[in-house]
């Protein structure tokens, strides 16, 4: 009999992590993936795009569960699951990352009594204000297999307790599907800037729901703008919404603003760019993958690695921090990042591997 897996995505990040373990899970013909949709993220360029350029061509279910506050986004996520995941009986459920539709997905198979993965498991950033830290701890405290990406996370798994056995070092999935994009983008990528530009990328609620840090953020970039850098700004819409409502539109002129982007023009946009201002947490990862410099607008990160390895730099909201760095980008003189542990684009295949060993072994109990 096949045994199915239900695979929950929700935001944009979702996506792109979900699409390679779609992929391997076609070498094993007796596993049946469904995949279902919360729709929290709901806007086309949030979504829509990111299914069509992997060829995810169908959602099994779609839950349409959109935005509201925290409790209203999770509890609307929590009912609409319920129901599917009865309905359907996995034999296991699969959530990627941290966001409110990973926690959603976890915390309801587990309430039905069904198995759970967590691919990219033991991150912390040990700041609880931060709602993806919160969600991360849940989702991997009530997970039966953990995938993790980076070697500090199976640390942090086992000083929380976590069963040696559970945790499976397995690579980066979001590398794999960045791979899959990468070489196929390249090709077509027309445009050369005559100016250097670097690459901003802003919507962590800490940088964009308060008006004076936005403020404070807008007059360093302002002065990034001034070295002669174009700073192209793929905005998010939260912070969209943000800037309009505190009338900011004026400090943000310097930037070119741009809607966001589908995977593709983003990745193939970094990889030409001098360096990245961000404050996501993917794409530290992906920035250090493609060896460009990359400044996290943060105090802490949860992918540490990054940091010790790779090309990223915490930075904060520190303008002196900030600008000497883009002076030692810009002079030659940044770190240039070294190659990172099974980011090697087979990093889902490992896990759909370990998911068929796993209910192997279950259906042999
Ligand atoms: C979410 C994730 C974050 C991830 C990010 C990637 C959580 C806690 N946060 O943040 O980890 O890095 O996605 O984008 O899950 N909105 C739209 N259209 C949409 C979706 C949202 O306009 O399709 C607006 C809504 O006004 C909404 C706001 O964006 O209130 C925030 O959306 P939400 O899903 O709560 O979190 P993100 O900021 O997108």
Same mark, same amino acid.
């Given at each position: 009999m096949k045994k199915i897996i239900a695979n929950i995505v929700g935001a944009r990040p979702n996506i792109m992590k979900i699409a390679p373990i779609l992929k391997a899970y076609k070498k094993y013909p007796h596993l049946k993936p469904v995949i279902i949709h919360t729709g929290q993220h709901y806007d086309d360029n949030l979504s829509g795009v990111f299914l069509r350029e992997f060829g995810?061509?169908?959602?099994?279910?779609?839950?349409? #569960? &959109?935005?509201?506050s925290w409790a209203e986004q999770i509890g609307e996520t929590l009912k609409a699951l319920e129901q599917t995941l009865q309905n359907i009986r996995p034999d296991l459920v699969v959530v990627v990352g941290d966001v409110n539709s990973t926690l959603a997905g976890a915390i309801t198979a587990k309430h039905l009594g069904l198995h759970v993965a967590h691919v990219e498991a033991g991150l912390r950033s040990f700041d609880l204000t931060m709602p993806e830290e919160i969600n991360r701890m849940i989702v991997d405290r009530i997970s039966d297999l953990l995938f993790v990406t980076e070697k500090d996370a199976s640390a942090n798994l086992k000083k929380e307790?976590?069963?040696?056995?559970?945790?499976?070092? #397995? &690579?980066n999935v979001m590398i794999d599907a960045l791979q899959y994009i990468f070489p196929k983008r390249k090709e077509k990528n027309g445009r050369i800037r005559s100016r250097p530009f670097a690459v901003l990328t802003l919507h962590r609620p800490s940088n964009v729901d308060d008006k004076h840090t936005l403020q404070k953020i807008a007059s360093i970039l302002k002065k990034v703008a001034q070295m002669g850098i174009e700073v192209i700004f793929p905005v998010h819409p939260r912070t969209k919404k943000n800037i309009e409502t505190f009338y900011l539109q004026n400090q943000f002129r310097d930037l070119t603003i741009v809607p966001p982007l589908s995977y593709g023009q983003f990745i193939t946009l970094i990889s030409d760019a001098r360096f990245v201002l961000t404050d996501s947490g993917g794409i530290q990862e992906e920035a250090s993958w493609l060896r460009i410099p990359c400044l996290t607008m943060r105090k802490n990160t949860e992918r540490p690695i990054t940091v010790k390895k790779g090309t990223n730099t915490l930075v904060d909201l520190h303008e002196d921090v900030i600008l000497a760095n883009v002076k030692k980008i810009m002079g030659g003189r940044y770190k240039k990042g070294q190659r990172l542990p099974l980011w090697d684009g087979k990093a889902a295949e490992r896990v759909v591997k370990k998911i068929n060993d796993y209910l192997r072994y279950q259906s042999t109990r």
């Amino acid at each position: 009999m096949k045994k199915i897996i239900a695979n929950i995505v929700g935001a944009r990040p979702n996506i792109m992590k979900i699409a390679p373990i779609l992929k391997a899970y076609k070498k094993y013909p007796h596993l049946k993936p469904v995949i279902i949709h919360t729709g929290q993220h709901y806007d086309d360029n949030l979504s829509g795009v990111f299914l069509r350029e992997f060829g995810i061509s169908k959602l099994d279910y779609h839950l349409n #569960v &959109g935005s509201g506050s925290w409790a209203e986004q999770i509890g609307e996520t929590l009912k609409a699951l319920e129901q599917t995941l009865q309905n359907i009986r996995p034999d296991l459920v699969v959530v990627v990352g941290d966001v409110n539709s990973t926690l959603a997905g976890a915390i309801t198979a587990k309430h039905l009594g069904l198995h759970v993965a967590h691919v990219e498991a033991g991150l912390r950033s040990f700041d609880l204000t931060m709602p993806e830290e919160i969600n991360r701890m849940i989702v991997d405290r009530i997970s039966d297999l953990l995938f993790v990406t980076e070697k500090d996370a199976s640390a942090n798994l086992k000083k929380e307790g976590v069963a040696k056995k559970k945790i499976h070092f #397995v &690579g980066n999935v979001m590398i794999d599907a960045l791979q899959y994009i990468f070489p196929k983008r390249k090709e077509k990528n027309g445009r050369i800037r005559s100016r250097p530009f670097a690459v901003l990328t802003l919507h962590r609620p800490s940088n964009v729901d308060d008006k004076h840090t936005l403020q404070k953020i807008a007059s360093i970039l302002k002065k990034v703008a001034q070295m002669g850098i174009e700073v192209i700004f793929p905005v998010h819409p939260r912070t969209k919404k943000n800037i309009e409502t505190f009338y900011l539109q004026n400090q943000f002129r310097d930037l070119t603003i741009v809607p966001p982007l589908s995977y593709g023009q983003f990745i193939t946009l970094i990889s030409d760019a001098r360096f990245v201002l961000t404050d996501s947490g993917g794409i530290q990862e992906e920035a250090s993958w493609l060896r460009i410099p990359c400044l996290t607008m943060r105090k802490n990160t949860e992918r540490p690695i990054t940091v010790k390895k790779g090309t990223n730099t915490l930075v904060d909201l520190h303008e002196d921090v900030i600008l000497a760095n883009v002076k030692k980008i810009m002079g030659g003189r940044y770190k240039k990042g070294q190659r990172l542990p099974l980011w090697d684009g087979k990093a889902a295949e490992r896990v759909v591997k370990k998911i068929n060993d796993y209910l192997r072994y279950q259906s042999t109990r």
